[in-house]
């Protein structure tokens, strides 16, 4: 039992004072603002040949906004995220967010492999366009490397050269079908690392379940934790976390609840099977607890005391940072999100303390 329970519990009042950061706030590109940042030999795959992203997912979401919020939706149709006064009013302002990590929706990770040169010229692009017309437009909003899972030198230097830059917070890498344990990857790892950024793992529209995609969109989206589960076994059995042993990873997008579960079955696995991954030298629950954090969204309905016990069950009040998804159409609420009634000192841990000491090059909360 964690020592959390033994805290005061918070009022009504205290939960909307909270200092709060977002871990996962989408602002989305349009691949004809992109132009201006991509060299012309790259620019001709979009004005010439038509490129669109190679996306998979058959389904509408029955939703009044599709994916996103209706009301986060331009009057020109553009959708969420699209525009910068738009998410300053909805979340910024209306929340009093301190911070709010961007974590974009154009991944060339989560993409078919081909084209692999275009398409880290494309998360380059992507990355001085999140620069100028994002970051530097406010102090409260941080950055997000991305780069092309699928041309790991190149992306560890696109790492490096984004990494220096004191706003942008983390490399993130968006899931598709292929499992990032897989040695090919380890220079993205080794350069994250080098860096000091965490690594954000965010699931895509190319996520399939383990039986590929369903019929429903609902099936889909309920399997979602699946992709999240093949990843962290992946980096835990295939050496990652012992390899760059400060490295730390935060799952965005795929809750919570089922971590619990994937320690208790990885220790099983592991002391019946630890002869096969020899370079394995802790426990998988360890490793997690130790460099694996889960950002909040999509939140399930929960008492505080069912809350409390899936603290109790990861053993840690350290592994949870909060998320609202902004402005898609599951966004949680920071007052909604969590049940009502928690200890304070497990509402500040989720709420911004958590992330505070995920992100090492996260600015110091500012006075309010």
């Excluded at 609202?324 to 303390?353: C, M, N």
């Amino acid at each position: 039992m964690t020592a959390v329970r033994a805290q005061p519990l918070v009022s009504q009042a205290k939960t909307q004072d909270v200092r709060i950061i977002d871990t996962d706030v989408h602002e989305r590109a349009e691949l004809y603002s992109l132009l201006p940042y991509l060299e012309p030999k790259w620019r001709k795959y979009i004005t010439d040949f038509g490129w669109q992203p190679d996306r998979v997912l058959p389904y509408a979401q029955f939703a009044a906004g599709g994916l996103d919020r209706e009301d986060a939706k331009l009057p020109d149709g553009r959708p969420g995220g699209s525009d910068y006064n738009l998410l300053r009013e909805q979340l910024l302002d209306e929340y009093n967010i301190d911070y709010a990590v961007l974590t974009g929706w154009l991944d060339a990770s989560a993409l078919a492999p081909g084209w692999p040169e275009f398409k880290t010229a494309l998360m380059s692009a992507y990355n001085d366009w999140q620069l100028e017309n994002w970051v530097a437009r406010d102090e409260r909003i941080l950055g997000s490397v991305h780069v092309n899972a699928h041309d790991p030198q190149n992306a560890a230097r696109e790492i490096d050269r984004m990494g220096a830059h004191p706003e942008f917070v983390q490399a993130i890498v968006y899931i598709g079908d292929k499992a990032y344990g897989d040695p090919y990857y380890h220079p993205i790892f080794e350069a994250a690392a080098r860096n000091n950024l965490p690594i954000g793992l965010h699931h895509s529209e190319n996520s399939p379940t383990a039986l590929g995609f369903h019929r429903y969109f609902v099936e889909w989206h309920t399997l979602v934790p699946q992709v999240f589960m093949s990843e962290i076994v992946s980096l835990i059995f295939n050496g990652v976390l012992d390899k760059f042993p400060t490295l730390q990873v935060i799952m965005i997008e795929g809750g919570t609840t089922y971590v619990p579960h994937l320690m208790s079955r990885a220790d099983q696995q592991y002391k019946e099977l630890r002869s096969e991954v020899p370079w394995v030298k802790r426990m998988p629950s360890d490793i997690i607890r130790e460099q694996f954090r889960f950002s909040t969204q999509p939140t399930e309905e929960m008492s505080p005391e069912k809350f409390l016990a899936l603290i109790d069950g990861v053993g840690s009040e350290d592994l949870f940072c909060f998320s609202t998804d902004y402005p898609h159409w599951d966004f949680d609420s920071p007052w909604e999100a969590l049940p009502a009634g928690l200890p304070e000192g497990l509402q500040r841990k989720i709420f911004f303390e958590n992330a505070q000491h995920l992100y090492p090059k996260m600015p110091a909360l500012r006075a309010r």
